[in-house]
């Protein structure tokens, strides 16, 4: 709503203009106020007629008009229009028409459609160019464009001495080299062919973790990037061009995706003269007789630091070169910029006021050091182990979260760490916009982690967490009146319960609690649960995880679910946005009405329920239940359902577009469907801690992609609206592809 404070105007002005006997008679009538309230709904649509006529002039422009004029204008230029509930990309589509038919059938504007009509990240590749053929005379010297891993050389057999090449096979960055396959593309079959052109689209948002408290191993020199200490893969920085003008060809660090070990170890090193001077300069200069051995390696292509040193040991002077006062500066000199290493790790430029400006991993201390660990200190590895020979000052493993010292630095709580990492969309806990937040007034704030005692948490007051840092023992309420605990926006911090925590009202009535932005979580090994007590008028748990479970941390530890126990009344229970683990009534639990939109609900073990709460009314929408449910009574929509479920009140409530096993007891179920086999492959992943977790997979049903009521897909995703942009993707990349190609489309994540 405009804050134009036309209403206000209108009304005043309306009013001014009734005679003084009836706005008098008005105030002391039976039941005052009806003709001051009439007289409001008039000035209400008096607004709406002044906005509309002030937005005349904007609404001549894509980029101004209301959501009305969209289609208007597109019918100007003869477009076709996309879905109207794909906003955003219905209005880029209109205001770049022109321009994408001016372009059309380049590689560059068939990028662009990927990030212009769904938001994602995307490669296009001609499949032409990955068929196996003979040289022609005509082509480039194969060496020139060799594989960058694999060494494999143009239209070739392919070069197996690399084994983690192999990687990169059926992906947009693939080395090797295919028969032409002609079948109807499907899976892995039919991808290579002249007329095909393959779009791998990345659906997976990437998050900032900044300043985040890294669990340890417990020997000084192992740790986890995940805060609760599981094994999660890190993400590279998202690129997108604020300049299509300057498009090229994305290389492989430059898209929103999984890290992996051979990638953040690609070093390739080229030593000019200018890098020559500038060891000269150095404060610890080098002799004449070694710059005159490295000007003889001048001008050539290390593909790693293992030859270059080879190469430099063999020389007289070697020692004065391989001294760390010159051979640090040389490598990360010599360091070329379109290598994994370059692009992914900070540089000496790189500082933690400002973390993940150019590169994806940073770990560093903080006061009084003020220090980052830079790219030739540094080196990729395999850490599942904890064993490694490499000699560098730290080991990281992008694959599994986790990095490793040489040897343990002074002060654990001085270590500084930033990384981004992937999930589907902004539910539970996580690093995303909460605007909302910025218009709350907290009465305490909170930083660097530790505890939380009773003083921390009051019991009317709102407390905020300014940081994602570790939070934990957590400690109980027992007199809350209207308590509320947030995250700032952009934070996720984790609070760790050592027990379980209670909170109650103690003697007050109607209080009322709030949790936004946290990411609760037990200790390893240690079973914690939230126990809710006394009488609520309202709980709301929104954008919030507490931890489902189900995974081990890095000291082998079992990660146990948070469960959400009611042991009082609660007369309305909300979760918005949130993943959680199970919710249960005790014996003396009583929750008036449940509302849970857009969240995922888990129980890991199949004996217990997800959801059960057999009393009141429980209102579902857009959800994911990855178990059971046993309620009263259940007004269900969109709603995704993987194990046998109860309801026991069917005479009254609704299933409406959503999936349930067909064995399930539902109230009226419309068009939904009801399935009898295993739903486990249906998942990109139903483990906690996975970038897809709760993403719906290729092999999915196409009426769970489109089943819900708007078109979308059922779930918690389903305001996502992915299907929706993946048709509107799909009719535009037709529009504007080149004439006789056949385009296939690949999820990559």
Same mark, same amino acid.
Request: net charge negative.
């Given at each position: 709503?405009?804050?134009?404070?036309?209403?206000?105007?209108?009304?005043?002005?309306?009013?001014?203009?009734?005679?003084?006997?009836?706005?008098?008679?008005?105030? @002391?009538?039976?039941?005052?106020?009806?003709?001051?309230?009439?007289?409001?709904?008039?000035?209400?649509?008096?607004?709406?007629?002044?906005?509309?006529?002030?937005?005349?002039?904007?609404?001549?422009?894509?980029?101004?008009?209301?959501?009305?004029?969209?289609?208007?204008?597109?019918?100007?230029?003869?477009?076709?229009?996309?879905?109207?509930?794909?906003?955003?990309?219905?209005?880029?589509?209109?205001?770049?028409?022109?321009?994408?038919?001016?372009?059309?059938?380049?590689?560059?504007?068939?990028?662009?459609? @990927?990030?212009?009509?769904?938001?994602?990240?995307?490669?296009?590749?001609?499949?032409?160019?990955?068929?196996?053929?003979?040289?022609?005379?005509?082509?480039?010297?194969?060496?020139?464009?060799?594989?960058?891993?694999?060494?494999?050389?143009?239209?070739?057999?392919?070069?197996?001495?690399?084994?983690?090449?192999?990687?990169?096979?059926?992906?947009?960055? %693939?080395?090797?080299?295919?028969?032409?396959?002609?079948?109807?593309?499907?899976?892995?079959?039919?991808?290579?062919?002249?007329?095909?052109?393959?779009?791998?689209?990345?659906?997976?948002?990437?998050?900032?973790? @900044?300043?985040?408290?890294?669990?340890?191993?417990?020997?000084?020199?192992?740790?986890?990037?995940?805060?609760?200490?599981?094994?999660?893969?890190?993400?590279?920085?998202?690129?997108?061009?604020? #300049?299509?003008?300057?498009?090229?060809?994305?290389?492989?660090?430059?898209?929103?995706?999984?890290?992996?070990?051979?990638?953040?170890?690609?070093?390739?090193?080229?030593?000019?003269?200018?890098?020559?001077?500038?060891?000269?300069?150095? !404060?610890?200069?080098?002799? =004449?007789?070694?710059?005159?051995?490295?000007?003889?390696?001048?001008?050539?292509?290390?593909?790693?630091?293992?030859?270059?040193?080879?190469?430099?040991?063999?020389?007289?002077?070697?020692?004065?070169?391989?001294?760390? $006062?010159?051979?640090?500066?040389?490598?990360?000199?010599?360091?070329?910029?379109?290598?994994?290493?370059?692009?992914?790790?900070?540089?000496? =430029?790189?500082?933690?006021?400002?973390?993940?400006?150019?590169?994806?991993?940073?770990?560093?201390?903080?006061?009084?050091?003020?220090?980052?660990?830079?790219? %030739?200190?540094?080196?990729?590895?395999?850490?599942?182990?904890?064993?490694?020979?490499?000699?560098?000052?730290?080991?990281?493993?992008?694959?599994?979260?986790?990095?490793?010292?040489?040897? !343990?630095?002074?002060?654990?709580?001085?270590?500084?760490?930033?990384?981004?990492?992937?999930?589907?969309?902004?539910?539970?806990?996580?690093?995303?916009?909460?605007?909302?937040?910025?218009?709350?007034?907290?009465?305490?704030?909170?930083?660097?982690?530790? !505890?939380?005692?009773?003083?921390?948490?009051?019991?009317?007051?709102?407390?905020?967490?300014?940081?994602?840092?570790?939070?934990? !023992?957590?400690?109980?309420?027992?007199?809350?009146?209207?308590?509320?605990?947030?995250?700032?926006?952009?934070?996720?911090?984790?609070?760790?319960?050592?027990?379980?925590?209670? $909170?109650?009202?103690?003697?007050?009535?109607?209080?009322?609690?709030?949790?936004?932005?946290?990411?609760?979580?037990?200790?390893?090994?240690?079973?914690?649960?939230?126990?809710?007590?006394?009488?609520?008028?309202?709980?709301?748990?929104?954008?919030?995880?507490?931890?489902?479970?189900?995974?081990?941390?890095?000291?082998?530890?079992?990660?146990?679910?948070?469960?959400?126990?009611?042991?009082?009344?609660? %007369?309305?229970?909300?979760?918005?946005?949130?993943?959680?683990?199970?919710?249960?009534?005790?014996?003396?639990?009583?929750? %008036?009405?449940?509302?849970?939109?857009?969240?995922?609900?888990?129980?890991?073990?199949?004996?217990?329920?997800?959801?059960?709460?057999?009393?009141?009314?429980?209102?579902?929408?857009?959800?994911?239940?990855?178990?059971?449910?046993?309620?009263?009574?259940?007004?269900?929509?969109?709603? @995704?359902?993987?194990?046998?479920?109860?309801?026991?009140?069917?005479?009254?409530?609704?299933?409406?577009?959503?999936?349930?096993?067909?064995?399930?007891?539902?109230?009226?179920?419309?068009?939904?469907?009801?399935?009898?086999? #295993?739903?486990?492959?249906?998942?990109?992943?139903?483990?906690?801690?996975?970038?897809?977790?709760?993403?719906?997979?290729?092999?999915?049903?196409?009426?769970?992609?489109?089943?819900?009521?708007?078109?979308?897909?059922?779930?918690?995703?389903?305001?996502?609206?992915?299907?929706?942009?993946?048709?509107?993707?799909?009719?535009?990349?037709?529009?504007?592809?080149?004439?006789?190609?056949?385009?296939?489309?690949?999820?990559?994540?």
């Amino acid at each position: 709503m405009a804050n134009d404070h036309f209403e206000e105007y209108y009304a005043e002005k309306l009013w001014e203009t009734i005679p003084s006997i009836y706005r008098h008679e008005d105030g @002391i009538a039976q039941e005052p106020g009806v003709l001051r309230a009439l007289v409001q709904v008039i000035a209400r649509q008096a607004a709406i007629l002044r906005r509309s006529q002030d937005s005349l002039w904007d609404d001549q422009f894509i980029e101004l008009c209301d959501e009305w004029a969209v289609p208007y204008i597109g019918e100007l230029l003869a477009t076709r229009l996309l879905s109207e509930q794909n906003k955003r990309g219905r209005r880029i589509d209109v205001a770049k028409t022109i321009y994408y038919r001016r372009r059309k059938g380049t590689p560059r504007v068939l990028e662009e459609l @990927i990030s212009d009509i769904s938001g994602w990240e995307g490669k296009m590749v001609e499949q032409f160019q990955k068929i196996v053929r003979s040289r022609h005379g005509l082509d480039a010297k194969p060496q020139t464009h060799a594989g960058k891993f694999s060494g494999t050389l143009p239209g070739g057999c392919a070069d197996l001495r690399n084994p983690r090449a192999s990687e990169l096979i059926n992906g947009p960055f %693939e080395e090797f080299f295919h028969i032409p396959d002609f079948r109807r593309h499907r899976g892995l079959a039919g991808r290579y062919s002249i007329p095909k052109l393959a779009f791998y689209l990345y659906r997976i948002t990437v998050y900032e973790a @900044i300043d985040v408290t890294p669990f340890s191993l417990g020997d000084g020199k192992g740790f986890s990037f995940d805060p609760s200490g599981r094994d999660i893969p890190l993400f590279s920085k998202a690129s997108m061009y604020s #300049d299509w003008n300057r498009w090229r060809p994305a290389t492989e660090p430059e898209l929103a995706a999984p890290i992996r070990c051979r990638l953040l170890g690609h070093a390739t090193y080229f030593i000019t003269e200018a890098i020559i001077q500038q060891l000269i300069d150095l !404060p610890t200069p080098i002799s =004449e007789s070694a710059a005159i051995e490295l000007r003889q390696i001048s001008g050539l292509v290390f593909k790693n630091d293992t030859s270059l040193l080879q190469l430099i040991g063999t020389f007289s002077n070697s020692a004065e070169i391989l001294d760390p $006062l010159v051979l640090l500066p040389l490598l990360s000199l010599a360091l070329m910029e379109d290598c994994g290493k370059s692009v992914l790790f900070p540089d000496k =430029e790189s500082v933690l006021s400002n973390p993940l400006d150019l590169n994806s991993i940073l770990v560093g201390f903080k006061e009084p050091f003020n220090e980052v660990i830079t790219s %030739e200190r540094i080196s990729s590895g395999n850490l599942l182990n904890w064993t490694t020979a490499s000699g560098k000052d730290l080991i990281i493993d992008p694959e599994n979260g986790r990095f490793l010292f040489h040897t !343990p630095p002074e002060e654990l709580g001085k270590i500084y760490i930033a990384y981004y990492y992937g999930f589907s969309g902004p539910i539970g806990a996580g690093s995303y916009e909460r605007p909302w937040i910025l218009n709350s007034l907290p009465d305490i704030k909170k930083t660097n982690g530790g !505890p939380l005692i009773a003083t921390d948490l009051l019991n009317d007051g709102i407390t905020q967490i300014e940081d994602s840092k570790t939070y934990g !023992p957590i400690s109980s309420k027992m007199a809350i009146v209207q308590m509320g605990i947030q995250a700032v926006n952009k934070q996720r911090p984790y609070l760790r319960l050592e027990s379980t925590l209670t $909170l109650g009202t103690g003697t007050n009535k109607n209080s009322q609690i709030t949790f936004d932005g946290l990411w609760i979580g037990s200790k390893g090994d240690k079973v914690a649960e939230i126990i809710l007590k006394g009488n609520f008028k309202c709980v709301i748990i929104k954008n919030c995880t507490l931890d489902p479970g189900g995974s081990k941390n890095i000291k082998d530890e079992q990660l146990f679910p948070v469960k959400l126990i009611v042991d009082g009344y609660v %007369e309305n229970l909300c979760i918005e946005s949130s993943i959680i683990g199970p919710v249960h009534l005790s014996n003396h639990g009583y929750i %008036e009405e449940t509302s849970i939109r857009d969240s995922i609900i888990q129980s890991v073990d199949s004996t217990i329920n997800a959801l059960e709460v057999k009393t009141g009314k429980t209102n579902i929408e857009r959800s994911t239940i990855f178990g059971s449910i046993d309620v009263h009574r259940l007004y269900a929509t969109e709603v @995704i359902i993987t194990s046998e479920s109860n309801v026991t009140d069917t005479q009254n409530g609704c299933f409406r577009f959503g999936a349930a096993p067909q064995s399930s007891r539902l109230p009226h179920p419309f068009e939904s469907f009801l399935f009898e086999f #295993d739903t486990h492959h249906w998942f990109t992943s139903r483990k906690f801690g996975n970038p897809a977790y709760g993403q719906l997979s290729d092999t999915a049903p196409t009426v769970l992609k489109n089943g819900a009521e708007n078109g979308s897909e059922m779930g918690a995703f389903s305001t996502l609206l992915n299907p929706i942009k993946f048709d509107g993707l799909k009719t535009k990349i037709e529009e504007y592809m080149p004439f006789g190609l056949i385009p296939i489309y690949i999820h990559n994540t």
